[in-house]
Every structure is written in structure tokens, then in C-alpha cells.
């Protein structure tokens, strides 16, 4: 049997498939964290280390919601474990917006004064752009099935795209040697994490609600 057919074996259906995308995506971005914790670790870069301890928390917290996703689908598939499912992973959008609020003001108020090169600049440019399309393809790709779950996972990448853009901005700012990255870029990413917040909290009160009109 051939790698192909045994992967088609084990996960049969294309909700399956996808999960399985999902996770492979997150290991990707556990490596990119990495490298940026390191990197930050030999250029002695506050800002590095920081949003590599971000993109940590959004790979464990993807990890944590496909393991959910795995038990889920090999249950009962009911509406009150989906909605069980939407609410804890809205109250996790939450955790990922505050906390990136929380960096955004911290950025606001001067707190990274980072200069980068060329080249780490237009790297970083490039995988936020990637980030961020890919993420938006996924979304509307998963959102045609219908299954919440699934869309809910693609909605963290969203989220992962969003951020990337942010540091993308920062980048190009400080490699432009603008005296507004910290004050324009700190803005912007408030905003992102106001948004990713509310979404969290719009979840999360839906899901409670529809939870609570059953019981």
C-alpha cells in the first residue's frame, strides 16, 4: 500500500484531511517561533523573543484545539459537543487577543526599538504575506463544508495571518527607519487584538447561550 492510500485510509473524509493540514501548518509555525526565539537570543532582540513566545502560545493553542478536534470526531458528533468544542475554543481567541493586545501596548508605549536589515525585513514581509493569504484560501476553502469545528480551526490561522501582518508592518517601519513604527505599528496591533478578542467573546457568549437554551 502505497504512503498516499494509507494516508486516504486513515483519515477518510476531506473534515479529516483537513485537521490533519491543520496540525502540519502549526508545526511549521513551532519552528518559525523557534528560529525567532533563537534569533532574538543572538541579536540580543527583546522583540524577537517576545512574538516567538507569541507564536508559541498560537502553536499550542492549534495543537490543543486539533487534540480536541481528533476526540470529537471519533465521538458522538453531537451539537452539544460541537458547541462544548466553539465555546472552549472561543474562550482560547480571547487568550490569543489579550495577550497580543498586551504586546501591542507595550510596542505603543516604545518598548522594542528594534533595526532591521534589509533581509530580515523583506523575510519577515514574505512570511506574513504567506501567512495571511494562505490563511484566508484555507478559510474559504473549509467554510464550504459547513462544519464548524473545521472553520473554527482555519479561524486560527486567520488570527496567525493577522499578527504576521502586524510584524510585517514593524519590520518594514524600522527597516525604513520610520519614527512611527512603534506608535503606528502599536495601534494597529491593538486593533487586531481588540478584534480577535471580541470575536473570542461573541463565540463564546453564542455558544454559551445556545448551551444553556438546551439544557
Known amino acids: 500500500m502505497s504512503l498516499r492510500s494509507t494516508f486516504l485510509t486513515r483519515y477518510p473524509t476531506a473534515q479529516d484531511r483537513t485537521a490533519v493540514y491543520s496540525a502540519a501548518s502549526g508545526v511549521s509555525n513551532f519552528v518559525l517561533a523557534i528560529v ?16 516567538g513566545g507569541y507564536y508559541v502560545l498560537l502553536f499550542s493553542t492549534r495543537a490543543f484545539l486539533v487534540h480536541r478536534y481528533v476526540l470529537l470526531s ?3 458528533v453531537t451539537e452539544g459537543n460541537v458547541n ?18 498586551l ?6 508605549f516604545g518598548g522594542y526599538t528594534e533595526k532591521f536589515t534589509k533581509v530580515t525585513a523583506i523575510t519577515i514581509a514574505t512570511i506574513g504575506f504567506y501567512k495571511i493569504i494562505s490563511a484566508i484560501v484555507g478559510f474559504v476553502r473549509v467554510r464550504k463544508m459547513r462544519h464548524g ?15 504576521a501582518i502586524v510584524l510585517t508592518q514593524y519590520a518594514l517601519l524600522s527597516f525604513e527607519k520610520s519614527a512611527q513604527a512603534n506608535t503606528s505599528t502599536g495601534l494597529f496591533g491593538m486593533g487586531v487584538g481588540v478584534l480577535i478578542t471580541v470575536v473570542g467573546v461573541v463565540i463564546t457568549i453564542i455558544m454559551f447561550r445556545r448551551g444553556g437554551a438546551k439544557d
Open 74 to 76: 471519533r465521538s458522538e
Open 103 to 108: 504586546c501591542a501596548v507595550t510596542m505603543y
Open 149 to 163: 469545528p473545521l472553520i473554527f480551526l482555519k479561524a486560527v490561522s486567520i488570527a496567525d495571518g493577522l499578527v
Open 84 to 101: 462544548r468544542f466553539l465555546r472552549l475554543g472561543g474562550i482560547l481567541y480571547i487568550l490569543l487577543g489579550a495577550v497580543f493586545t
Open 36 to 51: 525567532k526565539i533563537i534569533m532574538g537570543a543572538v541579536l540580543w532582540s527583546v522583540w524577537l523573543i517576545i512574538f
